[in-house]
């Protein structure tokens, strides 16, 4: 007789009780099973590329566009990327017990806040199966249990990675159910996932609208959204043109289906008529689509008639393509004000040589991450020394920008004292 699959209350009961167990465990024990996990991932490359080859193959017969079936692929670099990360991850400072300040009361006590897991995190996710080790690392690292909800489309990578990431902790001692998945795909599993009051302490999403919509209806627990990013670059008029040009391809051209791409250019009027026609063409030369407002069509020479007149809808999209909304403004204020009105709250740019132009532009713009004279490219967990993340939230409770292993703890206070009682 064929076992029954374990339903969304089992799953998240047994991480439940993987997460009380992993409170008293120490972080050398952790760490060690996070080297363990990385050379597991080495050991069984060939059943992971073998998995991830079936979901390649079956992707490409459903017509999945090249930005998603290139996110949804592993091979051995990536592998091997992806366990250098979780070695990184092992490698930082052990977050849980760090205390993060104290003081003496006037009656002797002494009161000290201390760091500690939030238990159960959830995280439901599309596509990319690079995040099912991100995430379990790095809520391992934290001490938390994880319960991993991926797409249909990456259904046997995460199958696989989940399963070689479980036996390796449980072989170094950790419960086998702080690393769990859920794999029936359908929308009454994420509701039953969004409604486990008691059970599972956060839940990330990263995916898009219909995703982040559909927990906004269900979930009684709480939810960290890893949001999209409609993410900016704004030329000044005081900018390094050669930095711009550099800066805008890299950020829309250099991996256009994350969520750190630049989806629209705004350009200062000034700047316009010397920077458009040589930066629109070198991203047409990189196969980038226009859609541009009619300022900058004008602003382009020869090459504004070919370019696609921009709608409002062009302002809100993110396009996750090769594909970029052009815009002139007359001000450092006009583009604050368009980057607050459509942006995600995600990642947004400036290039300027202007200390002023810079000041208002990051302290006017709200988001997760600002950049001045750089790509938006950057804003990553690893990149930013966190090892990983399992996000970028565009939330400002509890946490901002990319989501790593401080950020997956809250704290306790921890009052010693010797007898007072209140009075």
């Known amino acids: 007789m064929a076992a029954t699959a374990p339903t969304v209350d089992d799953v998240c009961l047994a991480a439940r009780d993987a997460a009380r167990a992993l409170a008293g465990i120490d972080g050398a024990t952790r760490t060690a099973a996070l080297h363990a996990l990385a050379a597991a991932l080495e050991q069984r490359a060939g059943e992971i590329l073998a998995a991830n080859d079936r979901d390649m193959e079956a992707g490409a017969d459903e017509g999945l566009s090249a930005p998603l079936l290139d996110r949804l692929k592993l091979d051995e670099r990536r592998l091997a990327q992806i366990a250098s990360d979780v070695r990184t991850i092992a490698g930082l400072p052990d977050p849980v017990g760090e205390t993060l300040d104290g003081h003496r009361l006037a009656n002797g006590l002494d009161v000290r806040r201390v760091r500690v897991p939030l238990g159960v995190v959830a995280v439901v996710y599309e596509a990319r199966p690079n995040v099912t080790i991100d995430c379990a690392a790095l809520c391992l690292k934290s001490g938390n249990a994880i319960v991993l909800r991926g797409s249909s489309m990456a259904a046997s990578s995460n199958a696989a990675l989940a399963q070689v990431a479980a036996w390796a902790v449980a072989e170094a001692g950790i419960p086998a159910a702080a690393i769990s998945l859920v794999t029936g795909g359908d929308r009454d599993e994420l509701r039953q996932l ?3 009051d008691g059970v599972v302490d956060l839940i990330i999403p990263r995916g ?5 919509a559909a927990l906004r209806q269900h979930a009684t627990v709480p939810v960290m959204y890893a949001a999209a990013g409609n993410c900016h670059v704004y030329v000044d008029a005081d900018a390094d043109l050669d930095d711009a040009q550099a800066i805008i391809v890299n950020a829309k051209v250099q991996r256009p289906g994350v969520c750190n791409a630049a989806e629209t250019l705004l350009v200062h009027a000034a700047a316009a008529a010397d920077f458009l026609p040589r930066a629109l063409s070198a991203l047409r030369e990189s196969g980038v689509e226009l859609r541009a407002d009619a300022r900058a069509r004008a602003a382009a020479g020869p090459l504004g008639d070919s370019l696609i007149e921009a709608t409002e809808e062009d302002w809100a999209t ?5 594909i970029l909304a052009v815009k002139v403004v007359d001000s450092t204020a006009e583009a604050i004000e368009h980057v607050n009105r459509f942006g995600s709250g995600h990642s947004e740019a400036i290039v300027t040589r202007s200390n002023d132009a810079a000041r208002a532009f990051t302290t006017g713009v709200d ?3 600002v950049y001045v004279n750089a790509s ?8 930013f020394g966190m090892g990983a993340e399992i996000g970028n939230s565009t939330q400002k409770l509890h946490a901002r920008g990319p989501i790593g292993v401080r950020e997956l703890t809250s704290y306790k206070f921890v009052i010693e004292g010797s007898g007072q009682v209140r009075e």
Request: charge should be negative; charged fraction near 20%; include cysteine.
């Open 194 to 196: 969004a409604t486990q």
């Open 208 to 212: 898009g609208e219909v995703l982040k």
């Open 318 to 322: 993110e396009y996750q393509a090769l």
């Open 367 to 369: 988001t997760a991450c």
């Open 376 to 383: 938006t490219r950057f804003t990553d967990g690893g990149v």
